[in-house]
C-alpha cells in the first residue's frame, strides 16, 4: 500500500484497531470451527499419531467390545456409538476486550469429560487436546497472517465482517 502523504497514512493507522479487531473475530471463529471438526473427526477411529503430549488411544477392552455388539454398536469403533457424544462438540468465541478473543471449542458431555481425562476405570481417549495440537502450526500462522496483513495495508478477506469507519 504507498501513501500519497503522511496524512494518508495516519488516517489509515487509525482504522488498523476496527480492522484488525474484524480480522482477528473472522479468523479465531473460523480457527475454532477447524479444531471443532478435527476433534469430531477424530471420533470412532484410533488416535495414535501425532498426539503431542496426549497418550495414544488403549484398544477397547474385550468387555468393551463385547457390550458394544450386544447393543448393537459395531465393535470397534472407540468413542463412537450414536454419535451424541461427537454431536456435542461446539465451539464459542468470547470477546473479552478490544482484539483480544478466546475460543472454547468443547463439550457438555460427563461422557466427553471422561474419556478426554480418563478415570479410575479406563484410559483416557483424548479427542479435544489433540485436536488443538495438530491445528497448533496453521493456528501461529493464520493469526500471523492477519497481522501482517492488516498491518502492512493489505487487502485481508472481510466477508461476513461488517467494516466501521473510525
Known amino acids: 500500500m504507498n501513501f500519497k ?3 494518508s497514512f495516519a488516517n489509515h493507522l487509525k482504522t488498523l484497531p476496527k480492522l484488525e479487531e474484524a480480522a482477528l473475530l473472522m479468523e479465531v471463529t473460523r480457527l475454532a470451527e477447524l479444531i471443532e471438526d478435527t476433534a469430531k473427526a477424530e471420533i470412532g477411529t484410533y488416535q ?23 447393543k448393537g454398536f459395531t465393535e470397534n469403533d472407540p468413542l463412537l456409538r450414536t454419535g451424541e457424544m461427537r454431536a456435542s462438540i ?4 468470547l470477546h473479552n476486550s478490544p482484539s483480544t478473543f478466546d475460543a472454547v471449542i468443547g463439550s457438555d458431555s460427563e461422557i466427553a469429560e471422561k474419556q478426554e481425562l480418563g478415570t479410575s476405570k479406563i484410559p483416557p481417549r483424548a479427542f479435544l487436546g489433540p485436536a488443538m495440537w495438530r491445528n497448533r502450526e496453521h493456528i501461529l500462522k493464520s493469526l500471523q497472517g492477519v497481522h501482517f496483513s492488516i498491518m502492512s495495508g493489505k487487502k485481508y478477506p472481510m466477508s461476513g465482517v461488517i467494516r466501521t469507519n473510525v
Not at 48 to 54: A, E, L, T
Not at 90 to 93: M, S
Open 5 to 7: 502523504d503522511f496524512k
Open 48 to 70: 495414535r499419531d501425532n498426539m503431542g503430549p496426549f497418550a495414544p488411544w488403549a484398544e477397547l477392552a474385550y468387555f468393551t467390545k463385547q457390550d458394544r455388539l450386544e
Open 90 to 93: 461446539t465451539h464459542e468465541v
